[in-house]
């Protein structure tokens, strides 16, 4: 890519600030007291966010790589598609635009949450937690799902596609891992993704918040990076 620095960070930013935005206002539709869309479920909460991952990615693509996630960043560079230097920009600039995006999906939602007394769900527009607390078991489905995340971005990577089409046979493969493997701790497999909308949920003034469950949030950033280094490693031992 010739792009400078800066503009990819730029893109990074813009890119995860889209996938936020429109992943977390797809949840909070769902979840928040009088919305319109309360209570329409996992499917619709699952298809909204493989549509956020392609078209953040579509808004970064001429800018950067477009990968929007700490764990993609660093099975990218150990698979030396990208330099090591990229690795810090590119994550500072996903955690800035995923902070962004969870503001304003607050500012979008603003008169919900007043109504909306139940504090997890609060919590669960922005961060995500486990449908059973078993931090290993968390772990592990973090590890496993991010894994399958990262492995078939690597793969996808050795096929054509048409100009353009990337971005949608990665938002049906975020959709499918949040219905298969999503159940379980409700899918980070990112850190940037969960880590920067928990940060807004600490910092903003949210109508009957609670906590941010500072506890479970290491779950999310320890699994989707190892199951991303993992998947770097199987692809990097593959006869190719």
């Known amino acids: 890519m010739d792009t400078s620095m800066t ?49 953040g990615a579509y808004a970064a693509g001429y800018m950067s790589f477009a990968h929007l996630n700490p764990a993609v ?12 230097d990229m690795v810090v920009p590119y994550i500072l600039g996903q955690m800035i635009g995923a902070i962004i995006g969870a503001v304003l999906v607050f500012i979008h939602y603003y008169p919900h949450w007043k109504e909306t007394k139940d504090q997890a769900a609060i919590l669960g ?5 486990p449908a059973i607390r078993s931090l290993g078991a968390n772990l592990i489905s973090e590890i496993i799902g991010t894994f399958m995340l990262v492995f078939a971005l690597l793969t996808f990577g050795m096929s054509k596609f048409g100009d353009g089409l990337n971005p949608i046979a990665v938002g049906i493969l975020i959709l499918v891992i949040g219905l298969s493997l999503g159940g379980t701790t409700g899918y980070a497999i990112n850190p940037a993704r969960d880590l920067g909308p928990r940060i807004a949920h600490a910092f903003l003034p949210i109508p009957n918040k609670g906590g941010s469950d500072w506890g479970y949030a290491w779950v999310p950033i320890v699994g989707p990076i190892i199951g991303g280094i993992l998947a770097a490693l199987l692809f990097m031992a593959l006869p190719i």
Not at 125 to 129: A, E, L, P, Q, R
């Open 125 to 129: 527009v922005f961060s995500t937690g």
């Open 7 to 55: 503009t990819q960070v730029i893109g990074e930013i813009i890119g995860t600030m889209v996938l936020v935005l429109l992943g977390d206002g797809v949840v909070a539709g769902v979840s928040l007291r009088k919305s319109k869309a309360e209570g329409a479920g996992w499917i619709a909460i699952t298809l909204g966010w493989g549509a956020a991952v392609t078209i």
């Open 73 to 84: 960043t660093i099975g990218m560079a150990i698979v030396g598609k990208i330099g090591w």
